[in-house]
């Protein structure tokens, strides 16, 4: 609606799929859904105005078990040094493909597992101050639930000892 075009990539099949559904209403050539890695992507050194993502959070959901495709290049399945490694190649095609004075969104969220917690919403920051990004905003949406959808407080609380995570960071960026 903006006379953008949209590209996006994804190397599960089903939101492929989805994302293509999704964009069918509009007009062919302007969208591209690719089936693959954005650890490196077919596009031009600066031939983007704008990028927004939404990448896997580390050891919440594997997604090569939910959408039934084992998937090598899958972030969500490996150990944490690994995933950011991967990250990292990913972050570094965005800025790559971005025109100089454009923006980059990423919507992340931390995590807590087996007593350890990481912050993907740091190491996004660090990793983007790598590849020369400049940190623009930090915004917290509320999702109002957990991922698991349970807000017993108390449990989170006095078994777990952390409050539950009901938020995601909005990280804005300007390269």
């Known amino acids: 609606s903006l006379g953008r075009k949209y590209y996006g990539y994804d190397i599960h099949t089903f939101p492929v799929?989805?994302?293509?559904?999704?964009?069918?209403?509009?007009?062919?050539?302007?969208?591209?859904?690719?089936?693959?890695?954005?650890?490196?992507?077919?596009?031009?050194?600066?031939?983007?105005?704008?990028?927004?993502?939404?990448?896997?959070?580390?050891?919440?959901?594997d997604y090569s078990k939910v959408y039934q495709e084992n998937k090598a290049e899958d972030l969500s399945g490996k150990n944490y040094n690994d995933f950011l490694w991967s990250y990292q190649k990913c972050l570094g095609e965005v800025y790559r493909v971005l025109k100089k004075g454009s923006y980059f969104v990423c919507v992340v969220g931390d995590s807590h597992r087996g007593g350890t917690y990481r912050s993907l919403m740091l190491d996004t920051i660090k990793i983007c101050k790598i590849h020369n990004f400049q940190l623009h905003a930090i915004d917290i949406y509320n999702r109002g639930s957990n991922i698991g959808g349970d807000l017993n407080f108390k449990m989170f609380v006095e078994k777990l000892k952390y409050f539950p995570t009901i938020h995601e960071f909005i990280l804005v960026f300007k390269k």
């Not at 999704?22 to 890695?37: H, I, K, M, P, R």
């Open 17 to 61: 799929e989805m994302t293509k559904s999704a964009c069918a209403g509009f007009v062919a050539n302007d969208y591209e859904v690719n089936l693959g890695s954005s650890e490196k992507v077919k596009y031009e050194n600066e031939s983007m105005d704008f990028s927004i993502t939404c990448p896997p959070y580390y050891d919440v959901e």
